[in-house]
């Protein structure tokens, strides 16, 4: 494990099938997580096209709602947004009981949390946040009923290539010139968040436009 994990963690690194202290009795009367987040709540692909399936919206009306576009290390990734309200900024899809919308179609970082990715090569694990969740008395559960997805083994493929192609674009990014950080942003965000993916299997859509993209 990395120095910096151990600093953030409980220390230790779990697999999917491993039990974690992170039930919370459905976070009931609780949306601290939801809240004051900035632009932290990143969307990969899936993200985004679950979210365009279930709302019955194109990406370019969910920028013109609750999504937004920033920069992080030269590259251009989108985010879910922090909405203005009398209590500080939440998000734009928490309701006015304080509970989540989109709960069934949530994002990945937000299945996630108070667990955090940890990737080696092509390992993924998982570390646990300390005093990240306020809840009390939190109860033990295996990781991938935490994160509440079908077919962990396929997902957790998925991240791990997400991740690699993320990670060497802002590599990429940090030794070219404007234009082409500019062309290559408008390549990768026209081909895995703009154009929509139509296969039924989320998976094979996404390996295809990688494949794609790779060959640019």
Known sequence: ?????????????????????VGCHDCTGCSACCCDMGESILLDPMDVWRLERNLGQSFEQLLAGAIDLHVEDGLIL?????????????CSFLNEEGRCSIHGFRPGICRLFPLGRNYEGEK??????TDACPAKNKSKMKVSKWLEMDGMKDYERFLVKWHALTKSLRQTMQN???????????????MFYFTPVQQENFYDGFYERLEQFERR
């Open 124 to 129: 993924l694990s998982y570390f646990l946040l």
């Open 78 to 90: 989108p985010n879910l947004k922090m909405a203005p309200s009398a209590t500080g900024p939440k």
């Open 176 to 190: 070219c010139d404007e234009e082409k950080a500019k062309q290559k942003n408008m390549l990768f965000l026209q």
């Open 1 to 21: 494990m990395e120095e910096y994990l151990k600093d953030i963690s409980d220390g230790k690194l779990y697999s999917s099938n491993d039990m974690v202290k």
